[in-house]
């Protein structure tokens, strides 16, 4: 069974910047294309970057398209989340999921996810 760790979440300022990780373990990374996305209280989770399988392609939420980037390191099983100026309405669980086909980046399509990290945007 896959397993998706995420680190790096923590309590910053506005117009800070942090950078999430994700670490794959027990299956082969490179088949599966990678999502961040984040649930805020009493909100849905929603969709926030996606990332092929080969790192070629990104696709972000228009909430976070130009300070957010995604990226990957097939040989350390680890994605990444960069996220520069912060907003507090950025603050949520942000959680890393796996799927191994498919091409949308609806939560339902995802095969695996981690428990998540809390990112707090103060103002």
């Known amino acids: 069974q896959v397993q998706l760790v995420e680190s790096g979440g923590g309590l910053v300022q506005a117009g800070d910047s942090l950078r999430l990780s994700c670490t794959f373990s027990r299956g082969i990374f490179s088949n599966y294309r990678m999502g961040w996305f984040r649930q805020a209280p009493g909100k849905e989770r929603e969709f926030v970057a996606g990332?092929?399988?080969?790192?070629?392609?990104?696709d972000y939420a228009d909430s976070v398209k130009g300070r957010f980037t995604s990226s990957r390191d097939n040989a350390k099983n680890t994605v990444y989340l960069q996220m520069n100026s912060l907003k507090p309405e950025d603050t949520a669980v942000y959680y890393c999921?796996?799927?191994?086909?498919?091409?949308?980046?609806?939560?339902?399509?995802?095969?695996?996810w981690g428990k998540g990290t809390l990112v707090t945007v103060s103002s």
């Open positions: 999921a796996a799927a191994r086909i498919g091409s949308s980046w609806i939560a339902t399509g995802m095969n695996y």
């Open positions: 990332i092929s399988w080969t790192g070629g392609s990104t």
